[in-house]
């Protein structure tokens, strides 16, 4: 294994969209979908576009940051660009938490509609598909970027054929079945709990599009990183807002609001109900598998996602050294099996389930979303000049600075207000604030050990040399010096 060398290059345009609307688009759709329509009606689906809009600029942002330059720890790279080394270290592990308690909680729900298929203990789906899913990573990434723009291929054929089927339900176009009209989708009115209810819906889908920042992870091992990103970011953005805005107008326009709530299974979804009316054969079964095809991809984007972390974090020496090396195939072998481990023990966290420790970790997820996004739109306020002076801006553009990440960080401080007025959310902020701040005290202990091993290193070459106390040459500079702390290695244009 090589230590340090660059990642591989194989990652086509198609393989960044896919995988930016695999992990977009999971269970949480076609289970979650209708805690929000239960909580403001039709009218969540002015949440969905104000949530769209911010993370639409959010993502822009970063598309710009990441044409620019390339990194495989993405808006992690970038916060310690911006902010120092505090940024980068404590947003990359804070991510990798995120990512390793998502692991958890898509394989358990995954394994365990597996394990009533075929009537076998919940561990055996668990490791059959960890297993497979460690092969997947470990290969070349062009196989891993073909495998999930299958795996996602078919969670949006299926978004697609229930669009079509509930367009043809609300016109009455299939036998059996009159125009709908407007009878469901205003029964009850457009916005039946009032503007408390819209704001209560904005939490529950405020998280829906979390996920597409792995596209600009992904870049860095993409053939074109500029085009790719370009592409993938716009497609990715405006394909999610359709199927999430144009699935809830199907649900409420056929299904009466009453009837509309959370599912736990894949028989209680909207989804289910909808496409029960066109009489699809076997309709729970068919999404229970639809439900388990999109949680394992998921999981297959995230162990990605997570490992390239890490992988980033070992470069910039704030992780293993063992983690920062890659196999024959520029694969971070290391930083992938570290991610399968922690998804085994996230999985077994939640069957032991300590009294109050997985609710604590589990709550910090959406909120650990929310300061990602704060971060990459405050770092983009910071770096967008230094890439205008030093020419590097690429096709990729956010327009409108500095209103437009001034408005995204007051928007989603908005979020956050909104989250600490809500008793069921306001444990999340709770939680990621507490990690957060556990993560920042130990990037300044790491960074002053990283300086204490820099320093003890120099004078022990010093000695050896016979040089210690020699003055520099004029002009020399060190690592540190010459690129802002940042412990990465660059051109003169950089």
């Keep these: 294994m090589t230590q340090n060398a660059p990642l591989s290059q194989g990652l086509k345009t198609r393989h960044l969209t896919m995988m930016g609307l695999g992990s977009a688009i999971g269970a949480g759709l076609f289970l979650g979908t209708g805690v929000g329509i239960r909580a403001a009606g039709p009218a969540v689906i002015l949440a969905y576009i104000a949530a769209g809009v911010v ?20 808006f992690a790279s970038y916060a ?53 899913f460690a092969v997947v990573n470990l290969a070349r990434v062009r196989g891993f970027g073909e495998f999930e723009f299958w795996f996602s291929f078919i969670k949006v054929a299926v978004i697609i054929g229930f669009l079509v089927i509930g367009v043809a339900l609300i016109f009455g176009l299939l036998p059996g079945h009159s125009f709908v009209g407007t009878s469901h989708f205003l029964g009850d009115g457009f916005m039946p709990n009032g503007w408390p209810g819209v704001a209560a ?33 716009r497609s990715v953005i405006w394909r999610i807002g359709l199927f999430y805005i144009g699935s809830v107008l199907v649900i409420t326009f056929l299904l009466p609001f009453s009837e509309i709530q959370g599912a736990e299974t894949a028989a209680e979804s909207p989804f289910t109900m909808v496409l029960g009316m066109a009489d699809i054969p076997a309709v729970v079964g068919f999404m229970e598998v639809v439900i388990v095809l999109s949680l394992l991809s ?33 694969v971070p072998i290391n930083a992938v099996v570290l991610s399968m481990v922690f998804a085994f023990l996230s999985v077994g966290l939640q069957w032991w389930n300590p009294t109050g420790l997985l609710d604590f970790l589990l709550n910090s997820v959406g909120g650990i979303l929310i300061l990602i996004w704060i971060m990459v739109a405050a770092s ?26 001034v408005a995204a960080i007051a928007a989603l401080l908005g979020f956050v207000l909104l989250m600490l007025f809500d008793s069921g959310s306001r444990g999340q902020v709770t939680s990621v604030s507490i990690v957060f701040a556990v993560l920042v005290v130990l990037s300044v202990v790491v960074a002053r050990s990283q300086a204490r091993g820099s320093t003890d290193g120099r004078l022990r070459a010093d000695v050896a040399s016979g040089t210690a106390g020699a003055q520099a040459p004029a002009g020399a500079t060190t690592a540190t010096d010459a690129h802002g702390g940042d412990g990465t290695t660059s051109s003169s244009t950089d």
């Excluded at 904005?202 to 091992?221: C, K, P, R, S, Y």
């Excluded at 990605?304 to 195939?329: C, E, I, K």
């Design 298 to 330: 998921a999981f297959n984007a995230q162990i990605y996602a997570s490992s390239r972390m890490v992988f980033s974090l070992a470069t910039q020496h704030d992780a293993p050294a063992l983690l920062g090396r890659v196999n024959r195939h520029n």
């Design 201 to 233: 819906g904005l939490l529950a889908v405020a998280f829906a599009f979390g996920g597409i920042e792995i596209v600009t992870i992904a870049a860095a091992e993409s053939e074109d990183p500029e085009t790719s990103i370009r592409r993938a970011t």
């Design 55 to 74: 993370v639409m600029c959010v993502m822009q942002m970063l598309g710009e940051m990441a044409a620019a330059k390339p990194a495989p720890g993405s």
């Design 80 to 132: 310690r660009f911006a902010f120092g080394h505090w940024a980068g270290f404590s947003i990359g592990w804070l991510f990798w938490i995120n990512m390793v308690l998502v692991l958890g909680a898509e394989m358990t729900g995954a394994s365990a509609i597996m394990a009533a298929w075929f009537g076998v203990p919940q561990w055996v789906p668990a490791l059959v598909c960890v297993t497979f």
């Design 380 to 405: 983009f306020l910071k770096l967008h000049p230094v890439l205008v002076r030093s020419g590097r801006l690429a096709s990729v553009r956010m327009a409108g600075y500095p209103w437009v990440p």
